[in-house]
């Protein structure tokens, strides 16, 4: 049994950290201001905004015993906090991780 843990680290490793050295190969000749970096940056924003629709509107575990009202206040509250702090992430992702616990406990 470990030394099957010890072969699947190992091959995730590799699948890891190849695709990050073929990254870092090919980046050198992509200027940040060409058409197909802004394509790579735009399908990455919007494969996480994705993710962050689904657990919102699906979500699984104990988030899916919160009202719907409450996640999305929750969530227009850290946009609000978001742009006021001049976008910074960490700010309203302290907030909200703060303003769900407090009103999925009292309300």
């Known amino acids: 049994m470990s030394a099957n843990i010890v072969i699947v680290i190992i091959v995730t490793s590799l699948a890891t950290y190849l695709s990050r050295f073929l990254g870092v190969i090919s980046s050198e000749k ?3 201001t060409s058409r197909l970096f802004r394509w790579f940056n735009c399908l990455a924003y919007s494969t996480l905004s994705a993710l ?4 919102v509107i ?3 575990g104990s988030l899916s015993e919160i009202d719907y009202l409450i996640r999305f206040i929750v ?3 850290s946009i609000v906090v978001f742009y006021l702090t001049k976008k910074n992430l960490v700010y309203p992702t302290l907030f909200s991780a703060i303003i769900l616990s407090i009103l999925s406990s009292y309300v």
């Not at 962050?52 to 657990?55: T, V, Y």
């Open 30 to 32: 992509i200027k940040e």
């Open 52 to 55: 962050i629709a689904r657990i």
């Open 75 to 77: 969530i227009i509250l």
């Open 58 to 60: 699906f979500p699984s």
